[in-house]
């Protein structure tokens, strides 16, 4: 009988590849169950989740297996500004490993609707490692620029009530915006 690590690694060896696609409101309800269980993210409501299912599909990225959803991405193009904002990424536990974050960042980057970005922008407090990681990551692999400032401040913006969340900004390189275009 295999042990413990050998079975998950079976397990993950022999998972399918992920479909990305992009989201429906019909999705909302698995989209924040799928949060739920992505500790520390903030969780909205089901109802905002539907919404950006719906309404802002084109800058939103699922990932499945056999329907069962694993990842999401969230986001939209700021306005009045040639950038992206990516406000949640969340991977399924179950998928952790397999680089499903930036595969579905990358996706996001290829996506009419995102033609016009110059630079991805998102939101991570300090103690967010995961996030720090998988930006960090993403930034090397498409050969970008990370930066990041303090920008919702605890005291100024939170009341006090949740942390710095800092800005974070990688430029997209010319080379990813020759593609998009």
């Known amino acids: 009988m295999p042990n413990d690590t050998e079975s998950k690694t079976d397990s993950k060896a022999r ?4 479909r990305l696609r992009k989201p429906d409101a019909t999705d909302g309800a698995d989209i924040w169950a799928l949060i739920q269980d992505c500790k520390p ?16 599909r084109d800058t939103c ?3 499945e297996v056999d329907g069962d959803i694993l990842g999401w991405v969230s986001g939209h193009m700021i ?3 040639d950038a992206l904002f990516v406000w949640q990424v969340a991977v399924s536990p179950r998928a ?7 595969k579905m960042l990358f996706e996001l980057l290829e996506r009419d609707a995102c ?15 995961a996030s720090w990681a998988l930006f960090r990551s993403f930034a090397r692999q498409l050969g970008g620029t990370l930066s990041d400032a303090p920008h919702f401040e605890r005291e100024a913006h939170f009341d006090g009530h949740h942390d ?3 800005m974070v900004t990688i430029t997209l390189p010319r080379s990813q915006l020759a593609r998009a275009a």
């Open 15 to 18: 998972t399918p590849a992920p």
């Open 79 to 81: 306005p009045d500004q």
């Open 115 to 129: 033609d016009g970005a110059t630079a991805l922008k998102t939101t991570i407090t300090r103690d967010n490692a």
């Open 96 to 102: 952790r490993g397999m680089g499903l974050g930036r």
């Open 164 to 166: 710095t969340e800092h």
């Open 41 to 56: 993210l903030d969780e909205n409501s089901m109802y905002c989740n539907l919404v950006q299912a719906d309404h802002f």
């Open 61 to 63: 990225v699922l990932a």
